[in-house]
């Protein structure tokens, strides 16, 4: 008999911001939510992003009933089309949601007509295997998000996405509340929350701010006005536009992932805008500035993206133009600060004036901060708690709140990927751990990037490289010339004769005393002086040709 208890598992999301997804198991059976990826660091040169180590969910595909993804972002969505090539189940999600993933999965080149994509509406319950799966809206910064009640013999597990509780929403949609406090009543087993924001005190503001200071750029912008955000903030694209048809501009979308997120929300009826308020892009560059309005990807400070490429004048249809506004509505994400303020630097060299988060309120966040969340215990009261979506201090963080409103400190889990932690009889405990490492997806490869590969990319970036080419003669086992060398991004040849003299010393010494591996022992003796003179050391390559 299987046994019966609930096991929740996270592959991703705690103790990092991104690749969300969290394996609910039950009796054997397996429910998914969430399936993202998350953008590498700086330093992992190659890599395009990088998806959670799903091995525990592939070794048991056929037990799969169904992948709920709670909201549009790709840090929720954005490995379902990897998924999906190991899992033929459902994938249920709300409708502007699954017009995101369908969109996302055609540009991928996945037939996604053979994907199941089931519609999932908030404040629908629906059977997934043994849990009965409640949706309930959340706010969001983008439309259609929801957050779950996953009802399973082991009792009610709130997981809420990402939310946060505006008032004032501008699609005028706010967070289920009645919802939550209908869990409580039922008596909530365990909550699962979003950290992202529990290093902030108080309320998070609510998107209207945004407005009035979009107006204001409007008001005084006497060129164009280019906006730069996600593609996925459809709300922000309402704002604009109603901007732009109050200011009498025009608006065009540029950016493959924003086009097409901007044409299903239309068709879905999540962003109202006239037909005749839309241009494209060729259209603007053909109208007076005054009248243009551009809103495009890249706020990240992406060099690929459309301001990315507008920054170093690489943009076929785009170019920055003197009193040209730029307008970067978004957070940068931790780890992109960098880029992103490189990208503004460069728009203000072109001649642009740059407007972002440090000087107007041209974004607000997305996510709940310490008030809400306290809210959200207290609406759910939940028995046990667990705190997901965040680096470890977040999570931390989120979990000292819990302790505030009195969940006792034995009763909160703070883990990381792949532990479990199992729930019966009303007890929670940790269960074993599961592999839940890094896959890198780079080009079109998936996961055939190991640490060591990553290791090299970074030593060739940083330290260069040295190729050395050594003709042995076969008869008498000796080099029979001087070795060729040659040092990339490493020390330019004719500055350092006394340190290439050296080099070829110690390699002809190493070939001729060397009886086993030639090659290792050359690296090794190479790589060894080049530290000692120079505290640095390249990648290096050494062929030996006998002959
Ligand atoms: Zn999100
Ligand atoms: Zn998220």
């Known amino acids: 008999m299987k046994e019966k208890k609930l096991r929740i598992i996270p592959l991703g999301g705690l103790g990092e911001v991104g690749k969300n997804m969290t394996v609910y198991e039950y009796g054997g059976e397996i429910l998914v939510v969430d399936a993202g990826m998350m953008f590498p660091d700086n330093d992992m040169i190659g890599i395009d992003y990088i998806i959670p180590d799903f091995e525990y969910i592939k070794q048991r ?87 779950l009640g996953i009802e399973s013999p ?84 309402q704002q604009v536009g109603n901007a732009a048809l109050k200011h009498q501009r025009k608006l065009a979308f540029a950016g493959t992932s924003m086009i097409d997120n901007a044409k299903i929300a239309r068709k879905l009826g999540y962003l109202n805008l006239p037909d005749d308020l839309i241009i494209s892009l060729e259209e603007a560059n053909n109208m007076r ?21 507008i920054s170093t004048g690489t943009h076929r249809l785009l170019d920055v133009k003197t009193g040209d506004t730029i307008v970067l509505s978004s957070h940068p994400i931790p780890g992109n600060e960098e880029n992103v303020y490189r990208t503004i630097n460069r728009l203000f060299e072109r001649g642009a004036n740059v407007i972002y988060e440090a000087i107007a309120p041209v974004h607000v966040s997305g996510h709940a901060s310490q008030e809400e969340m306290k809210l959200l215990m207290h609406l759910t009261q939940p028995q046990f708690f667990i705190p997901i979506h965040g680096e470890l201090r977040q999570l931390h963080q989120h979990a000292l709140l819990a302790q505030q409103i009195g969940i006792p400190e034995k009763n909160i889990a703070v883990i990381l990927n792949g532990q479990s932690v199992e729930f019966s009889d009303g007890k929670m405990r940790l ?17 055939d990037v190991s640490k060591d590969v990553m290791h090299d990319r970074e030593v060739l970036s940083e330290e260069g490289v040295m190729v050395i080419n050594l003709i042995m003669d076969k008869f008498t086992g000796k080099p029979s010339r001087e070795p060729e060398i040659i040092s990339r991004g490493f020390i330019a040849y ?54």
């Open 61 to 147: 595909a056929d037990k799969v009933r169904g992948i709920v993804i709670t909201h549009g972002h790709e840090d929720h969505t954005g490995a379902i089309g990897h998924l999906l090539e190991s899992v033929d189940a459902p994938v249920y999600a709300t409708p502007l949601t699954l017009g995101m993933i369908g969109a996302k999965l055609n540009r991928r080149g996945f037939d996604h007509k053979t994907a199941k994509l089931q519609t999932l509406k908030a404040g629908e319950t629906v059977q997934i295997g043994p849990f009965k799966v409640h949706a309930f809206h959340v706010c969001h910064s983008v439309p259609d998000g929801i957050g």
């Open 154 to 237: 082991a009792g009610l597990v709130v997981h809420t996405g990402d939310y946060k509780f505006d008032h004032t929403p501008v699609d005028n949609w706010p967070t289920d509340y009645a919802k939550l406090a209908e869990f409580q009543r039922r008596g909530v087993l365990a909550l699962l929350a979003d950290s992202t924001n529990a290093e902030r005190a108080g309320w998070t503001p609510s998107e209207r701010v945004v407005d009035d200071a979009l107006d204001k750029v409007f008001r005084e912008a006497k060129g164009r006005i280019i906006i730069a955000s996600f593609a996925s903030l459809i709300s922000r694209m």
């Open 289 to 309: 500035a005054s009248d243009v309005t551009v809103m495009c990807t890249g706020s990240q400070g992406e060099p690929t993206s459309i301001l990315g490429k």
């Open 494 to 547: 004719r500055d350092a004769e006394d340190l290439m003299a050296g080099l070829r010393t110690r390699v002809i010494d190493t070939a001729t005393r060397a009886n086993g591996n030639i090659q290792k022992d050359i690296e090794q003796a190479v790589s060894n002086y080049l530290y000692k003179e120079t505290q640095r050391r390249p990648m290096i390559f050494v062929n030996v040709v006998k002959n």
């Open 431 to 447: 269960g074993e751990r599961i592999p839940a490492a890094y896959v890198y997806v780079d080009g079109a490869g998936v996961g």
